[in-house]
Nanobody, 124 residues
Framework: QVQLVESGGGLVQAGGSLRLSCAAS????????MGWFRQAPGKERAFVAA????????YYAASVKGRFTISRDNAKNTAYLQMSSLKSADTAVYYC?????????????????WGQGTQVTVSS
């Protein structure tokens, strides 16, 4: 069973940048597309970005397109989310997961093996 561990969250001022990492425990990570989601207090978990297994195709939520970049390094069993021009609305717990089920890349139900999350707080 692949385990995912997120890191890189923290407190940043509006307009700043952060890079989140998602480290997988096994090489099996390489065969799955993976995604980043976020959940703000009192809100449902929401899609942020996804990348195919090869890293060749990426998908973004409209709210982050042009500001966030998803990537992966399969040799390191790690995926990344580079976040720039951060806004207070980006404040949330960020989770990574593997796309192991049917469904669109933006659907929570299409993903399993969720990490424990990492807190991102953007101060205005």
């Amino acid at each position: 069973q692949v385990q995912l561990v997120e890191s890189g969250g923290g407190l940043v001022q509006a307009g700043g940048s952060l890079r989140l990492s998602c480290a997988a425990s096994e090489r099996a990570f390489r065969v799955y597309a993976m995604g980043w989601f976020r959940q703000a207090p009192g809100k449902e978990r929401a899609f942020v970005a996804a990348v195919t297994a090869s890293g060749g195709t990426t998908y973004y939520a409209a709210s982050v397109k042009g500001r966030f970049t998803i990537s992966r390094d399969n040799a390191k069993n790690t995926a990344y989310l580079q976040m720039s021009s951060l806004k207070s609305a980006d404040t949330a717990v960020y989770y990574c997961a593997l796309r192991r089920n049917s469904g669109s890349y933006s659907t929570v139900a299409a993903y399993d093996n969720w990490g424990q999350g990492t807190q991102v707080t953007v101060s205005s």
